[in-house]
């Protein structure tokens, strides 16, 4: 069924005809359907996700932790994530593609910003951008929408600020969340297509889903956002160590890739692998 620019489609419930674009978010939010993004770094996760029914995916500036090996988020750069991005589009047929624009790559202003989101958009191959930041990156959703590139929207707790935040905490609580409210409306009056609250108390995100227009995700802010991200190696069971609190594990990925290479080390070393079925 060829598209058409008025028709919406639902996030589940049948098999997709095309892309996932921004307003089948909005029209979900509009009808109170909920719906699920996790992060993806390469062409196996990202066309297994889609296949498993995620109707977004995130390239996320946590490939610095999840990928690259590097502490926090900061360092990873524009010329790290373009070749992620490319991976996830091409094996992608309906999931919306969404690309951090990494710490730097935005903070100058509009001109800056727009310079990076179009080589995000041309050389990756993304549907959309994501960047941090509330009231303080204003101009720069602004110009991005005026130029035509949706932009994903990201207040509470900012990575790429943990700096200046002084770590990982929670954003809002108490005089603080008329803080967080205004940098959600703001990002919204500026053209945002939806916005990510991470770490924020469950009352300040129920409040904000109720009072913007465009749909909230939350990550560590209660149940009431209209969608919900996780990492996916922390959803899956694969990063090791103490996980934060919101995260919730569906699978013990690490263990089951443990025991695989465990296996496959035995049989290597006691000559049962390769046999004659592995064998030209």
Not at 61 to 81: K, R, W
Not at 117 to 130: D, N
Not at 172 to 189: C, M, N, P, S
Request: charged letters at 20%.
């Amino acid at each position: 069924m060829r598209s058409t620019p008025t028709e919406v489609t639902a996030l589940y419930g049948g098999p997709a005809t095309r892309r996932v674009r921004t307003r089948d978010l909005q029209a979900a939010k509009e009808r109170g359907e909920r719906w699920p993004m996790l992060t993806s770094y390469d062409q196996y996760t990202a066309a297994l996700f889609e296949k498993a029914g995620i109707p977004v995916l995130l390239v996320g500036d946590s490939a610095a932790n999840n990928v690259f090996g590097y502490e926090t988020t900061v360092p990873v750069a524009v010329d790290e994530l373009l070749p992620l991005v490319r991976a996830v589009a091409r094996a992608t047929s309906y999931a919306l593609v969404v690309a951090d624009l990494p710490f730097g790559s935005y903070e100058e202003g509009p001109a800056q910003a727009l310079r990076n989101a179009v080589r995000f958009m041309k050389e990756g191959g993304c549907q959309a951008v994501k960047l941090e930041g509330g009231r303080r990156v204003a101009e720069q959703i602004r110009a991005l929408t005026g130029a035509g590139i949706p932009v994903m929207a990201h207040i509470g707790f900012t990575p790429q600020s943990e700096h200046t935040l002084g770590g990982y905490r929670v954003q809002g609580r108490g005089e603080a969340a008329a803080e967080v409210v205004a940098d959600a409306v703001a990002v919204a009056e500026a053209g945002a297509f939806a916005v990510v609250l991470e770490m924020v108390p469950g009352e300040v995100a129920k409040r904000i889903t109720h009072e913007l227009s465009i749909p909230t995700i939350g990550i560590g802010a209660g149940p009431d956002c209209d969608a919900q991200v996780l990492v996916w190696q922390d959803m899956a069971g694969l990063r090791p160590g103490r996980m934060p609190r919101f995260v919730k594990r569906y699978a013990d990925l690490q263990g089951v890739l443990t025991e695989a290479t465990r296996r496959f080390a035995a049989e290597v070393r006691e000559g049962s692998f390769p046999t004659l079925e592995h064998t030209f």
